[in-house]
């Protein structure tokens, strides 16, 4: 079975910084793209960052400059530094990455079960 946990969230003042990781483990044959996601309460959930197995990046014009989202293939991990976070940036953040299991032909995608970030003073 394939799975994905988040770590590292928390509280944080603003301006300072948060790493979040999610690694993806199981019968895992390869990762394609892999992404951040997050749900504040009362809201949809949204993207934050994206990263294809080759490095190309995408960001939320809301988080440009202030997050990095980032990966090790070696460990099936994706993170995301968060810098200069603001009280506006509090919220669940999940993680998703497209996953082919080692025994199916097909790439399927997978979410973590989320991690909360407080940004608070």
């Known amino acids: 079975q394939v799975q994905l946990v988040e770590s590292g969230g928390g509280l944080v003042q603003p301006g300072g910084s948060l790493r979040l990781s999610c690694a993806a483990s199981g019968s895992i044959f390869s990762i394609n793209a892999m992404g951040w996601y997050r749900q504040a309460p009362g809201k949809q959930r949204e993207l934050v960052a994206t990263?294809?197995?080759?490095?190309?990046?995408n960001y939320a014009d809301s988080v440009k400059g202030r997050f990095t989202i980032s990966r090790d293939n070696a460990k099936n991990t994706v993170y995301l530094q968060m810098n200069s976070p603001k009280p506006e940036d509090t919220a669940v953040y999940y993680c998703?990455?497209?996953?082919?299991?080692?025994?199916?032909?097909?790439?399927?995608?997978?979410w973590g079960q989320g991690t909360q970030v407080t940004v608070s003073s």
């Open positions: 990263i294809t197995s080759g490095g190309s990046t």
């Open positions: 998703n990455a497209d996953i082919r299991g080692r025994f199916t032909y097909r790439y399927s995608v997978y």
